[in-house]
Antibody
Framework: EVQMLESGGGLVQPGGSLRLSCAAS????????MTWVRQAPGKGLQWVSA????????FYADSVKGRFTISRDNSKNMVYLQMNSLRADDTALYYC????????????WGQGTLVTVSS | EIVLTQSPGTLSLSPGERATLSCRAS???????LAWYQQKPGQAPRLLIY???SRATGIPDRFSGSASGTDFTLTISRLEPEDFAVYSC?????????FGQGTKLEIK
């Protein structure tokens, strides 16, 4: 069974940092790209970042470019999202998801970890 | 950036009826790389359709997707009680990947 389990969310002050983790299982991890998608309270889904299976290629939404860094450890089946210079509008539920076989759609999702940026 | 506009914002129907949800792209979506997701309150999104018309594993055949130019449609042929949820489209034909704002399908 494919599963993703996110952790690392919490309350952080504006300008602060947080590192999200995602533990994946149930599939050949290094074969698939992974992604982070967020959802602000009561709002729609917003793609944040993605990383190729090897980790050699990364992509970011303009709103987080230069502040967030995605990475992965294929030996541990883990994906990470390092978030720096956090702002109030980064407040959201952050989902980790597995990228599909035939393109960057997202076929399996975790339950999310909540990030709240507030003073 | 490709903007996806979903309509209607809210759709009120009864079980057994047919639902037609629209997603219009601001420009051409490469290779019709468009996906549909279902999200229920307190749950993560669930992939329904990818490639505009391919059903994801385990998705009932009452769900279907189609494309015509920059217009994409999700059809639910006969609504079951468990189908009432929010539906979002996503394009993955070009970066940045973008989502529509969602259509809420509610029980009439």
């Amino acid at each position: 069974e494919v599963q993703m389990l996110e952790s690392g969310g919490g309350l952080v002050q504006p300008g602060g940092s947080l590192r999200l983790s995602c533990a994946a299982s149930g599939f050949t991890f290094s074969t698939y790209a992974m992604t982070w998608v967020r959802q602000a309270p009561g709002k729609g889904l917003q793609w944040v970042s993605a990383i190729s299976g090897s980790g050699g290629t990364t992509f970011y939404a303009d709103s987080v470019k230069g502040r967030f860094t995605i990475s992965r450890d294929n030996s541990k089946n883990m994906v990470y999202l390092q978030m720096n210079s956090l702002r109030a509008d980064d407040t959201a539920l952050y989902y980790c998801a597995k990228v599909g076989r035939y393109g960057y759609y997202f076929d399996f999702w975790g339950q999310g970890t909540l990030v709240t940026v507030s003073s | 950036e490709i903007v996806l506009t979903q309509s209607p914002g809210t759709l009120s129907l009864s079980p057994g009826e047919r639902a037609t949800l629209s997603c219009r792209a601001s420009q051409s979506v490469s290779s019709n790389f468009l996906a549909w997701y279902q999200q229920k309150p307190g749950q993560a999104p669930r992939l329904l359709i990818y490639g505009a018309s391919s059903r994801a594993t385990g998705i009932p055949d009452r769900f279907s997707g189609s494309a015509s130019g920059t217009d994409f449609t999700l059809t639910i042929s006969r609504l079951e009680p468990e189908d009432f949820a929010v539906y979002s489209c996503q394009q993955y034909g070009s970066l940045p990947y973008t989502f529509g704002q969602g259509t809420k399908l509610e029980i009439k």
